[in-house]
């Protein structure tokens, strides 16, 4: 009982915590106040979701969060001076937000209860694949068509970001993001190895605990940024066919086991019966390779003019 | 009230507040911000859905918390594209402005 | 036995938070970057450290502890970079006149 107020306390003070940087970040008058209000309201949504039971959603969270955090501080510099809506539109763009809010709300509190679940349903024949994460089970089993568009979406957000650059350039190196000192410098030379293994750790333990490729290709972009920020890794060109290789080589595997379904089991996406496992885990490596490059290019931008010498 | 529906509710501010920041604030930055939140809204109310359908022994539904782990990612990918796309236009201005500055002196700022 | 284990818990975690109650405190009140850099530090190394020894005892298993204590290694010495970047920031700000 007392464990109950406990965590009925935590969960209070832990919402009013998320809602109160989150209007900071709304009504922040200085951009950069505002990202730095939206980066701890990233650190905190990622204590929500552990407190929701999803230990998974909560790795993503706080690991696309740090990744987040370099962009958008980089894009603070870049704020608009553009006046917000003046006062009486304000006012009634709030009360139409509040209307809306306070619908879901009902909506939310009118739920059934006990609520309804097919949860039962949905995880029962996950054990034919001997992975004991059943997020990582649904993400590469009914939801694979899910996770394959989304390789291609994360894909096509890369090219798009490559197609902003000059012409002459498309094919040349990002601007280096480097900016050395000894302290970074050390930061950058002892921390990749540990960042990999552990990367490497969240991938394997992924079939059967919190973890996958998600969040160990989102450590690898980090761990990768890290380098080319101490200035001990030049950013790689674009044009590299290698590099482009290895960025559609995720998404060209999933698509090829895909097809490959409609020969052996018979359907697009279907794994042929005891090849599940090892399918998943050529997969599973496969993308995280390609996504932890397409996070990392996103991340560095489109090419640009060498700085000339 | 079960800690799920306090976190639903949260959601539902969040969702609110995310809406207001995208419609009141003119700067492109403060909008990308904004929807993020507003998304974050969203992805919660998923958690919401998923932890109320806990059942089999598991913490929550798995098939929401995989919605969502995809949804962060994919909301990652645009937000990355929004802010490279913010950069080239400020960089493309500030050239107009400079060619403007250069053809009729002080007034164009 | 395990009670006193938890004592010992519940002490440590507790002046743990009295570290890091310090450290925010100091972080809003004190004036300068430096100075704040300082306060921060205490609640980093101190209060963390102390927090992660509190709960080693809960993890249940020798690699659980020994996962803590690397979070705790990994935080001290992310906290050390950033507060040497932080401060040859400041320093560079106000030893030359340069922006």
């Not at chain 1, 730095?36 to 959603?57: E, P, T, Y």
């Not at chain 1, 094919?171 to 280096?176: G, V, Y």
């Not at chain 3, 020894?53 to 290694?73: E, H, N, R, T, Y």
Request: positive net charge; contains cysteine; charged residues 10%.
């Amino acid at each position: 009982m007392r464990a109950g107020m406990m965590n009925a306390s935590l969960d209070a003070v832990l919402v009013v915590t998320l809602l109160a940087v989150a209007l900071f970040s709304v009504l922040a008058r200085q951009a950069r106040a505002a990202v730095i209000g939206f980066i701890a309201f990233g650190l905190l949504l990622a204590l929500a979701w552990v407190r929701l039971g999803a230990v998974d959603v909560a790795l993503t969270e706080a690991a696309i969060g740090a990744l987040t955090a370099p962009l958008l501080l980089g894009a603070s510099a870049f704020a608009g001076t553009e006046k917000p809506a003046s006062p009486p539109l304000r006012l009634a763009l709030a009360a139409l937000c509040a209307l809306i809010a306070g619908t879901l709300a009902v909506i939310v509190l009118a739920a059934p209860e006990p609520a309804p679940s097919l949860a039962m349903q949905a995880v029962a024949p996950l054990g034919a694949l001997d992975l004991g994460n059943a997020v990582t089970a649904v993400l590469l089993a009914y939801r694979a068509l899910d996770t394959l568009l989304e390789t291609v979406v994360v894909l096509l957000a890369l090219i798009g970001i490559w197609s902003l650059a000059h012409d002459e350039n498309w094919r040349d190196a990002p601007a280096s993001p480097a900016a050395p000192s000894p302290p970074l410098d050390l930061l950058a030379r002892v921390l990749p190895p540990v960042g990999l293994v552990v990367a490497m750790h969240l991938l394997w333990v992924g079939a059967d605990a919190p973890g996958g490729k998600f969040q160990a290709a989102t450590l690898i972009a980090a761990m990768g940024l890290l380098l080319m920020m101490a200035g001990l890794t030049p950013p790689p060109a674009l044009g590299d066919a290698r590099l482009r290789a290895l960025v559609v080589a995720g998404p060209a595997v999933f698509l090829a086991i895909g097809l490959a379904g409609f020969l052996f089991p018979g359907s697009f996406l279907a794994y042929p019966d005891g090849w599940a496992k090892p399918l998943i885990i050529v997969i599973e490596m496969a993308l995280t390779v390609s996504i932890a490059l397409m996070l990392l290019l996103m991340l560095l931008g489109p090419g640009a003019r060498k700085p000339s010498a | 009230m079960t800690g799920a529906s306090l976190f639903g509710l949260a959601a539902c501010v969040l969702i609110g507040l995310g809406l207001y920041g995208v419609l009141a604030h003119a700067a492109p930055l403060r909008r990308v911000l904004s929807f993020n939140l507003l998304g974050a809204g969203v992805f919660l109310l998923f958690g919401v859905a998923a932890r109320r359908g806990a059942a089999a022994g598991l913490p929550g539904d798995p098939v929401p918390q995989a919605l969502v782990i995809t949804g962060i990612v994919v909301a990652f990918a645009a937000t990355a594209l929004a802010l490279m796309l913010l950069r080239r236009l400020t960089a493309l201005r500030a050239a107009e402005r400079a060619a403007d500055g250069l053809r009729d002196d002080p007034k164009g700022r | 036995m395990s009670v006193l284990i938890d004592l010992f818990t519940l002490m440590a975690v507790g002046s743990g938070l009295l570290f890091f109650l310090a450290g925010t405190i100091g972080l809003l009140r004190f004036p300068d970057a430096l100075s704040r850099l300082h306060a921060l530090t205490k609640a980093d190394n101190l209060g963390l450290g102390l927090i992660v020894l509190g709960l080693m005892p809960q993890a249940g298993s020798a690699l659980g502890a020994l996962k803590l204590l690397v979070i705790w290694l990994l935080a001290l010495f992310a906290g050390a970079v950033a507060s040497q970047m932080i401060a040859r920031l400041v320093q560079g700000g106000r030893g030359c006149g340069r922006g």
